[in-house]
Antibody, heavy 119, light 107 residues
Framework: EVQLVESGGGLVQPGGSLRLSCAAS????????MHWVRQAPGKGLEYVSA????????YYANSVKGRFTISRDNSKNTLYLQMGSLRAEDMAVYYC????????????WGQGTLVTVSS | AIQLTQSPSSLSASVGDRVTITCRAS??????LAWYQQKPGKAPKLLIY???SLESGVPSRFSGSGSGTDFTLTISSLQPEDFATYYC?????????FGGGTKVEIK
């Protein structure tokens, strides 16, 4: 069974940093591109960042470029999102998602982890 | 970035109704479009990928169509468990983008 489990969310002050993790199981993690998607309270979905299966290519939303870094450790079956210079508008539930191979979609999502940015 | 405009933003419908949601892209995206269903407090669930392919396990009352800039999600006969928010997403160009969502409520 495919499982994606996020962790690392919590309360952080504006300007602070946080690292999210997404532990994957039930599939060959190193064969799949992985993405982060977020959802602010009461709002819609927003793409955040993407990484290729081998980690060689990364992409970011303009809103987080230069502040967030996506990475992965295929030996640990884990995806990461290092977030820095956090702002109030970064407050959201952060989901990791697996990209359906050869298709345009996310076929599995984690349960999400809440990041609260407040002083 | 490619803008995705969903309409309507909300709708009220009854069980058994046929429901159609549209998603318009600001530029052509071929068939690189997905549809998701999200219920409160839950992660989104994939319904349709590549604009018209039904994800495994998703009921056949859901269907997707379109290519280029205009896309449609249709629920042929609305069921009680279908009341939720629906999102489209384009995969043609980075940064990927989502539509604003369509909330389907009970009439």
């Amino acid at each position: 069974e495919v499982q994606l489990v996020e962790s690392g969310g919590g309360l952080v002050q504006p300007g602070g940093s946080l690292r999210l993790s997404c532990a994957a199981s039930g599939f060959t993690f190193s064969s799949y591109a992985m993405h982060w998607v977020r959802q602010a309270p009461g709002k819609g979905l927003e793409y955040v960042s993407a990484i290729s299966s081998n980690g060689g290519s990364t992409y970011y939303a303009n809103s987080v470029k230069g502040r967030f870094t996506i990475s992965r450790d295929n030996s640990k079956n884990t995806l990461y999102l290092q977030m820095g210079s956090l702002r109030a508008e970064d407050m959201a539930v952060y989901y990791c998602a697996r990209v359906l191979q050869g298709a345009a979609a996310y076929d599995y999502w984690g349960q999400g982890t809440l990041v609260t940015v407040s002083s | 970035a490619i803008q995705l405009t969903q309409s309507p933003s909300s709708l009220s419908a009854s069980v058994g109704d046929r429901v159609t949601i549209t998603c318009r892209a600001s530029q052509g995206i071929s068939s690189a479009l997905a549809w998701y269903q999200q219920k409160p407090g839950k992660a989104p669930k994939l319904l349709i990928y590549d604009a018209s392919s039904l994800e495994s396990g998703v009921p056949s009352r859901f269907s997707g169509s379109g290519s280029g800039t205009d896309f449609t999600l249709t629920i042929s006969s609305l069921q009680p468990e279908d009341f939720a928010t629906y999102y489209c997403q384009q995969f043609n160009n980075y940064p990927l983008t989502f539509g604003g969502g369509t909330k389907v409520e009970i009439k």
